[in-house]
C-alpha cells in the first residue's frame, strides 16, 4: 500500500510517501522558522497560510522524487491533531479533497502517535511493549505503550513542556528561536559544575514532571551573571549546560522510574527533544545498566515530518480504519483516545 502523509500541525510542512512493502520512498519538509523568528515563536495566521502555498509543490516534489505519478497513491494520511486548528485545518482539507479527487481513503493522524512511531522508520525499529518518552515543543509524557492504540499515560508535564522549556529559557538568554537546539549548541562549551540548576519533582515519588521553575531559576541565574558583569560568551555557555544537564537528568530520573515500575527494559524517545545528543547518551547509559534498550529516530524525524505521518496513517489504513468525507480536527486530542489495532 502506497500512502501519502502530510503533516501541517505547527510550523512545519512536512510531505512523504511510505509503501507497506518498499518502506520509505521520499520526504520533503518545508520548515517556516525564519518565517517566526522575528517574533520569537509561531504565529498561527502566518502557519497556516504558508501551509496553503507550501503544501501541493511538497506533493508534486515527492511524487518526482520517487518516480511515481498520483494514481500509484493507495491512501492518504494526515495530521488531524492535536495542534494549531487552522494549520491542521489545511492538511486535512488538502488530502479530503485529493482523496475524494482520486476516489481513495484518507485517515486523520495523532500527531503524537506519529511522533511516537517515528523510530520504526530505523533500520533497528523498537519491538512492543516499551516505555515511550514524548518530548516535543507541546508535550511531554511517559507512556507505556502495548502496541499501535494501546496507550497507557504514566505521567507528563504539569506546566511547560521540555522543548518549550528549552525554547522559553532560550528566550530569556536572547538565544535564537527555536532554542533547543541554540542551548544545546553553546552546551557543549559550557563548563561543568560552574552552576548547578534543581532536578524538579524528582525528590517525590511519581512520574509527572514540572520545567517552569526551573526556566526561572535559568533566568535569575543569567540575571546575576549580568549583575555582576560576567555576561560573557562562557557564562553563557556554562548557564546553557547546567539548565541541559538538569532538564536531561530529571527526564532520565522519571524513565528510569517508569521502566521499573512496568518491569520493561525498553525505551523509545520521540519529538524534537528527542534529537539532544547529551539525552541520547544519558538515557543509553542508564538503559545499558538495566540491560535494556533506547531506540530513538534520525535527528529529521524527531522534530515534525511527513514520513512518521505516512508510516502511522499506513498501519491503521493497513488495519482496515479510515475517515469519512467529514473534515475534523482537533487541536487536544488525548492519545489514550485511539483504537487499539
Ligand atoms: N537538539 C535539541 N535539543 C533540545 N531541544 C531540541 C533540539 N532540537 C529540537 N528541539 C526542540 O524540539 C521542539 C520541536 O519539536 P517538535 O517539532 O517535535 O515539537 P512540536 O511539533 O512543536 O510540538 P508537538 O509535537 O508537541 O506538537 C522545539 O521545542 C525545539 O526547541
Ligand atoms: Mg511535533
Known sequence: MLVLGLETSCDETGVALYDSERGLLADALFSQIDLHRAYGGVVPELASRDHVKRMLPLIRQVLDEAGCV????DAIAYTAGPGLVGALL??????QALAFAWDI?????????????????????????????LVSGGHTQLVRVDGIGQYQLLGESLDDAAGEA??????????????GPEIARLAELGIPGRFVFPRPMTDRPGLDFSFSGLKTFTLNTWQQCQNSGDDSEQSRRD?????????????????????????????VIAGGVSANRALRTSLEDMTAALKGNVFYARPAFCTDNGAMIAYAGCQRLLAGQHEDLAITVQARWPMEQLPAL
Open 239 to 267: 548557564v546553557a549546560l547546567a539548565f541541559q544537564q538538569a532538564v536531561v537528568e530529571t527526564l532520565t530520573i522519571k524513565c528510569r522510574r517508569a521502566l521499573k515500575q512496568t518491569g520493561l527494559n525498553s525505551l
Open 166 to 179: 528549552f525554547d522559553k529559557t532560550a528566550k530569556l538568554m536572547g538565544l535564537r528561536y527555536p532554542g
Open 105 to 133: 481513503p484518507a485517515i486523520g493522524v495523532h500527531h503524537m502517535e506519529g511522533h511516537l512511531l517515528a523510530p520504526m522508520l530505523e533500520p533497528t525499529p523498537p519491538t512492543f511493549p516499551f516505555v515511550a518518552l
Open 70 to 73: 498520483a494514481t500509484d497513491i
Open 90 to 95: 489545511v492538511g486535512a482539507s488538502c488530502a
